[in-house]
């Protein structure tokens, strides 16, 4: 029934195919492509020229080449850019990952025994001992890890959780702690008021339905002027006079102290917070701590032993890869002790880039400049603030330089448009009329790449024909 286009005038997709056989994108994207063009053709009426088609479907291709997961150079300044995939790994973590992935390992399987072993006990162990804890163990991520505490916690005739007005917290794109908690069939228990909650709120709140008492930590926010909180260690005591689990959700992750290695908060770590009596502590691996996606809880063995168990959990548990860096990455903090501890955790981007001094920035800045300053544009050092971002220490930035860019002959939003086009694409950011790159979150190994986009997107272009 179907007539071949080309007898209404259109070009067939074959004939339009056949530009486009060394495009990179598979076979059935392409002809779908085409095929989706030349309708819309058809249902205009239209009978364009065989070359309009080509451009309308190299249009469509080059806008779908940008969407496959890929890389990026980040000049946002944000280190841990949710959006853009959150911490870098650490080279060791690429290797363990690259070494697993390439062929089969030891994930359930005891070498020495010959046998069927236990998954990643080795890891658990070692998280534990960071974290100063008796054991710990890892699932998907932070989100994950409290669903999985909730369902264990949170269960039978004990389905309440406790937990503060002030600590009902959004996290990013649209993940409630509230909702979160309701999802996993746990009661709200709210207690205390926005700005205010004591111990005697708390001390109140609590029923025969009680399950369990939540802190979670303010991590993207901060209340100032006429507020409360209970000291942790009071909650934690409060908790455990009633037999009730004190579990605290950190967020973050930062298990060194991150004031010693910025001018930055001090960020409270799983140590501490379990020192302080919490009996399990949950945080995410790909924030602060610069690890992969994970969710690590720490804590009490018994409690970690029975959310192992829990038939949920398996459905929650991290793949190999993720085990295989995360291990690299944990094995970096537990060797990082001495002297040398400071350039030993330099070997963790995150860590490496919140050290980076304005100095350091600037020379890198100033350098870049000088090296472009042929390009038609005006190129200069300048400032800007870095964030940790992952919605956390919101109240901490850190002074960097840019590379800030005014072109000569299209404006800044053009500029933008066609680093971001960039393969790799370039993401930076406009304030006050200055395209700005913060070199915090370049790497000096990008910076050629970085040079190859500038060229690109600087160099004159010729006028678009007029249609
Ligand atoms: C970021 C965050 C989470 C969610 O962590 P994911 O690893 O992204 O699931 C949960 N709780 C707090 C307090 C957070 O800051």
Same mark, same amino acid.
């Given at each position: 029934?179907?007539?071949?286009?080309?007898?209404?005038?259109?070009?067939?997709?074959?004939?339009?195919?056949?530009?486009?056989?060394?495009?990179?994108?598979?076979?059935?994207?392409?002809?779908?492509?085409?095929?989706?063009?030349?309708?819309?053709?058809?249902?205009?009426?239209?009978?364009?020229?065989?070359?309009?088609?080509?451009?309308?479907?190299?249009?469509?291709?080059?806008?779908?080449?940008?969407?496959?997961?890929?890389?990026?150079?980040?000049?946002?300044?944000?280190?841990?850019?949710?959006?853009?995939?959150?911490?870098?790994?650490?080279?060791?973590? /690429?290797?363990?990952?690259?070494?697993?992935?390439?062929?089969?390992?030891?994930?359930?399987?005891?070498?020495?025994?010959?046998?069927?072993?236990?998954?990643?006990?080795?890891?658990?162990?070692?998280?534990?001992?960071?974290?100063?804890?008796?054991?710990?163990?890892?699932?998907?991520?932070?989100?994950?890890?409290?669903?999985?505490?909730?369902?264990?916690?949170?269960?039978?005739?004990?389905?309440?959780?406790?937990?503060?007005?002030?600590?009902?917290?959004?996290?990013?794109?649209?993940?409630? /702690?509230?909702?979160?908690?309701?999802?996993?069939?746990?009661?709200?228990?709210?207690?205390?008021?926005?700005?205010?909650?004591?111990?005697?709120?708390?001390?109140?709140? /609590?029923?025969?339905?009680?399950?369990?008492?939540?802190?979670?930590?303010?991590?993207?926010?901060?209340?100032?002027?006429?507020?409360?909180?209970?000291?942790?260690?009071?909650?934690?005591?409060?908790?455990?006079?009633?037999?009730?689990?004190?579990?605290?959700?950190?967020?973050?992750?930062?298990?060194?102290?991150?004031?010693?290695?910025?001018?930055?908060?001090?960020?409270?770590?799983?140590?501490?917070?379990?020192?302080?009596?919490?009996?399990?502590?949950?945080?995410?691996?790909?924030?602060?701590?610069?690890?992969?996606?994970?969710?690590?809880?720490?804590?009490?063995?018994?409690?970690?032993?029975?959310?192992?168990?829990?038939?949920?959990?398996?459905?929650?548990?991290?793949?190999?890869?993720?085990?295989?860096?995360?291990?690299?990455?944990?094995?970096?903090?537990?060797?990082?002790?001495?002297?040398?501890?400071?350039?030993?955790?330099?070997?963790?981007?995150?860590?490496?880039? $919140?050290?980076?001094?304005?100095?350091?920035?600037?020379?890198?800045?100033?350098?870049?400049?000088?090296?472009?300053?042929?390009?038609?544009?005006?190129?200069?050092?300048?400032?800007?603030?870095?964030?940790?971002?992952?919605?956390?220490?919101?109240?901490?930035?850190?002074?960097?330089?840019?590379?800030?860019?005014?072109?000569?002959?299209?404006?800044?939003?053009?500029?933008?448009?066609?680093?971001?086009?960039?393969?790799?694409?370039?993401?930076?950011?406009?304030?006050?009329?200055?395209?700005?790159?913060? $070199?915090?979150?370049?790497?000096?190994?990008?910076?050629?790449?970085?040079?190859?986009?500038?060229?690109?997107?600087?160099?004159?272009?010729?006028?678009?024909?007029?249609?």
């Amino acid at each position: 029934m179907t007539r071949p286009s080309s007898l209404r005038g259109l070009p067939s997709v074959d004939k339009i195919l056949q530009a486009f056989v060394d495009f990179p994108v598979p076979r059935p994207i392409i002809t779908q492509t085409v095929r989706a063009v030349l309708k819309e053709f058809r249902q205009s009426n239209s009978v364009p020229a065989h070359n309009a088609v080509i451009k309308e479907v190299e249009h469509r291709l080059n806008q779908l080449r940008l969407r496959p997961i890929q890389r990026v150079l980040n000049g946002t300044g944000i280190l841990a850019h949710t959006n853009l995939g959150r911490t870098p790994l650490a080279s060791k973590a /690429i290797e363990a990952i690259t070494s697993v992935a390439s062929g089969y390992s030891n994930l359930e399987y005891d070498v020495e025994q010959g046998a069927r072993g236990g998954r990643a006990l080795y890891l658990e162990d070692s998280l534990a001992l960071l974290c100063g804890a008796e054991a710990a163990t890892v699932v998907n991520n932070c989100a994950a890890a409290l669903v999985l505490l909730l369902r264990q916690f949170a269960t039978g005739s004990r389905t309440e959780v406790l937990i503060s007005r002030s600590e009902l917290i959004q996290i990013g794109g649209g993940f409630r /702690i509230p909702d979160i908690l309701a999802a996993t069939g746990a009661k709200l228990r709210e207690v205390g008021t926005t700005n205010k909650t004591t111990l005697q709120d708390y001390a109140q709140g /609590i029923t025969p339905n009680t399950g369990l008492i939540l802190k979670v930590h303010q991590s993207n926010f901060f209340m100032e002027g006429f507020v409360e909180s209970v000291p942790t260690e009071a909650l934690a005591k409060l908790a455990h006079e009633h037999s009730l689990p004190c579990i605290e959700d950190l967020g973050s992750g930062a298990v060194i102290s991150t004031n010693c290695h910025a001018q930055i908060e001090h960020e409270p770590t799983p140590e501490e917070v379990l020192r302080r009596g919490v009996d399990l502590v949950c945080f995410s691996g790909d924030k602060l701590f610069g690890g992969p996606q994970a969710g690590i809880i720490a804590g009490k063995r018994e409690y970690i032993a029975l959310l192992k168990k829990a038939p949920f959990y398996r459905a929650l548990r991290c793949d190999k890869l993720i085990l295989a860096a995360l291990q690299a990455t944990v094995d970096i903090y537990l060797e990082a002790t001495g002297g040398e501890r400071e350039r030993a955790l330099d070997q963790l981007p995150l860590v490496s880039m $919140l050290r980076q001094t304005y100095e350091q920035l600037l020379l890198r800045a100033q350098r870049l400049a000088q090296s472009h300053a042929s390009l038609p544009a005006q190129i200069y050092a300048g400032q800007g603030k870095s964030q940790i971002g992952g919605g956390t220490l919101p109240r901490s930035t850190l002074l960097s330089a840019t590379l800030d860019i005014v072109p000569h002959a299209i404006s800044v939003d053009e500029l933008a448009q066609r680093l971001r086009l960039n393969v790799p694409p370039v993401i930076g950011y406009i304030a006050g009329g200055v395209y700005k790159l913060d $070199l915090r979150t370049i790497f000096p190994e990008q910076e050629s790449e970085l040079s190859d986009a500038l060229h690109h997107a600087l160099a004159p272009r010729p006028e678009p024909a007029a249609s």
